[in-house]
């Protein structure tokens, strides 16, 4: 039975004509927004008088309102209840993940040895893994998942540096691995939680990647299993506006108060001259302890203590019309999960099964459970991987991104913001990692794409709600025509110094290798 009421060929066509010009499958770095989106935003603000929310006037009323009102929808969309959740307003989610950090920096200040202890799993995207530089040390990457539920088990036991279970902490992980879409334990918050040893750690949820295409309730049905604080891109989720947000668990938001900073529409009075003080509104809210929603008589949320400045509620009108066309185009993201999810097995399938003419697989997927594509539970609609040649070495990353580029196919390439999965997925040893900093490697379109054979990164592809089948077969063609028939007929397994062989390096320093092969 089809995921969405009419077919997705018909919705592309109709909503995307813009995608008309190529093939793309970028959908993890920003999905495509709807033709309906922008003409609905449009007539918005050419019918609509919006005044700064700050302000006591009536275009500022009906700005107020409006930002509430999309408020609310979002948590709805999202799946969480607004009586046990708040939505704060941020730029992205990397914004949202630094707001998270900088008030525990701050609250950290007041503790017997001034840091806070963090913790994080390899595959966090960039942005949780700076936020370690504000621990003064004291902080611990997580290898594996194993590592997690050894911690979680027996945190006394766990090799955690100077952790003290009982001191302040957060532990971060995404729900979705930005590299590979391989998807992560939802379970990890709510054991923490239950943890007696470690009732000062918060946890720290990276949705970015799996909101994308993921039922969002999964995280949110039961707020007592449901992280302290989650991040999302909404950009990610249909493609405009550019806007994130902050989902706060009100059980566990109160911790936000604690922050120095404060911007204008954060506080109610202050002090500039004379004596120096002011009033939050983070800390003139007060939760109810029977249900953590906003007790009897306050008259601020968490949200009011933490949005720094005039709201952009431009942006936020725009993801009220977004949510709507999105309903209205597939119905739910179980409807979504299951379409993507379909077509992200489709396209695993049938690049794995490339060969060249000697029986050499042309591709090397980088994916620990061959059996995950097309269950949503495991896996997301990313795949990660390089292309072969016929004699096992790599062909440079960034040339197939190129080649596919000026096929007007368009993927990513390079290290994919996931430091930690990326160098484990490729098998690196950290003197190798050294090696490469050394040679000069660095992310970018002008790093080096191989060190002796051993690739600096990977090429992704990933699918959104409006990907087709013909998306995946266009691609599949691609990859066999380009790296499988021309290899045949032209030898560039032999043509190190060919057309398309920028970005290398080889250094004398050990024989060539190879990536560590993690499935297909």
């Not at 997705?8 to 093939?23: A, K, L, S």
């Not at 991040?231 to 936000?256: N, Q």
């Not at 409006?466 to 021309?486: C, E, G, P, W």
């Not at 060919?498 to 990536?515: M, T």
Request: with cysteine; proline share 4%; net charge neutral.
């Amino acid at each position: 039975m089809p995921p969405y009421s009419r077919p997705v060929e018909v919705i592309r066509e109709e909503e995307y004509p813009h995608m008309n010009n190529g093939i793309y499958l970028d959908h993890s770095g920003a999905t495509i927004y709807a033709k309906s989106t922008v003409n609905g935003f449009a007539e918005r603000m050419r019918t609509s008088l919006l005044g700064n929310p700050h302000s006591a006037n009536e275009p500022a009323r009906v700005s107020g309102e409006m930002v509430d009102e999309v408020r609310a929808k979002t948590l709805q969309f999202l799946g969480a209840d607004p009586e046990h959740f708040d939505l704060v307003f941020v730029a992205n989610a990397t914004a949202a993940v630094k707001l998270v950090a900088d008030c525990f920096r701050d609250l950290a200040e007041k503790t017997r040895s001034r840091s806070f202890w963090y913790g994080y799993h390899r595959d966090c995207h960039t942005s949780l893994v700076g936020v370690r530089e504000l621990t003064y040390g004291n902080h611990k990457c997580f290898e594996s998942d194993r590592d997690v539920d050894v911690w979680l088990d027996n945190p006394h036991e766990a090799r955690l540096g100077i952790h003290r279970p009982s001191g302040l902490g957060l532990f971060a992980y995404p729900g979705q691995s930005n590299l590979n879409g391989r998807r992560l334990p939802l379970s990890w918050s709510h054991r923490l939680r239950n943890s007696r040893h470690m009732q000062n750690t918060y946890s720290l949820f990276d949705a970015a990647a799996l909101a994308m295409t993921s039922p969002m309730e999964l995280v949110f049905a039961d707020p007592d299993a449901a992280p302290d604080f989650t991040a999302v891109s909404f950009y990610k989720v249909f493609g405009f506006p550019d806007l994130g947000g902050l989902v706060v668990r009100k059980d566990s938001g109160h911790i936000l108060a604690l922050r120095k900073y404060f911007g204008g529409g954060t506080v109610t009075m202050v002090s500039a001259i004379g004596a120096i003080w002011h009033k939050s509104k983070g800390l003139e809210t007060k939760i109810d302890e029977a249900g953590g929603s906003a007790a009897h008589g306050s008259k601020y949320s968490i949200h009011d203590g933490v949005e720094d400045g005039t709201l952009p509620f431009h942006s936020i009108l725009a993801l009220g019309e977004a949510i709507d066309v999105h309903k209205r185009l597939y119905g739910s993201m179980d409807n979504v999960s299951r379409h993507t999810s379909h077509l992200s097995r489709r396209l695993y399938l049938e690049i794995s099964r490339l060969k060249h003419g000697n029986g050499q697989a042309a591709c090397r997927i980088y994916n620990d459970d061959r059996d995950a594509f097309g269950d949503s539970r495991r896996q997301g609609a990313t795949i990660a991987f390089n292309m072969l040649r016929p004699d096992g070495t790599h062909v440079a990353y960034s040339d197939v991104e190129k080649m596919a580029n000026e096929q007007g196919i368009y993927v990513r390439s390079g290290g994919i913001c996931c430091p930690g999965g990326l160098f484990t997925a490729l098998g690196y040893e950290p003197w190798e990692l050294d090696r490469a900093k050394s040679a000069g490697h660095h992310c970018g379109s002008d790093g080096l794409s191989l060190i002796n054979q051993l690739p600096t990164g990977v090429v992704r592809a990933s699918l959104g709600a409006m990907s087709t089948s013909r998306d995946v077969d266009a691609f599949v063609s691609f990859l066999h025509k380009t790296f499988v028939q021309k290899e045949q007929h032209r030898g560039l397994q032999e043509a190190p110094s060919g057309a398309y062989q920028s970005g290398l390096v080889n250094i004398s320093l050990r024989p060539q290798s190879s990536a560590v092969s993690c499935a297909a």
